[in-house]
């Protein structure tokens, strides 16, 4: 699997990044646990935002938070492909900025 790395905005500063080229399901079909809902965050502190990848189950999710307001993201969107979470993820810290 070859390696995803995002280039975000260079406001944006990365809290930490779990996203790595590792399966979501062993071959057996079973869940791998290395991967996990905290894959990635990034944050932008002078607008209070984060950027946020984790992923749950069989989705990879995309989330933009204010203010820890995680109750009501301003953006979430969900994809089946790591690649496509993560160009999402680097779209957004040039949108917002």
């Known amino acids: 699997m070859p390696f995803i790395e995002i ?7 990365v ?4 996203f790595e080229n590792i399966e979501p399901f062993l071959p057996n079909g079973e869940r791998n646990y290395e991967v996990s809902e905290d894959l990635f965050q990034a944050s932008l502190e002078k ?7 984790g992923f749950y ?3 990879y999710k995309v989330y933009l938070i204010k203010e820890q307001n995680w109750e009501t993201p301003i953006v979430e969107k969900a994809f089946s492909e790591r690649l496509k979470a993560a160009e999402f993820a680097q779209a957004l810290s040039f949108k917002y900025v």
């Open 15 to 18: 809290e930490f990044c779990r």
């Open 7 to 13: 280039n975000l905005n260079p406001n944006w500063k």
């Open 47 to 53: 607008k209070g935002l984060v950027i946020d990848i």
């Open 57 to 59: 189950g069989k989705i």
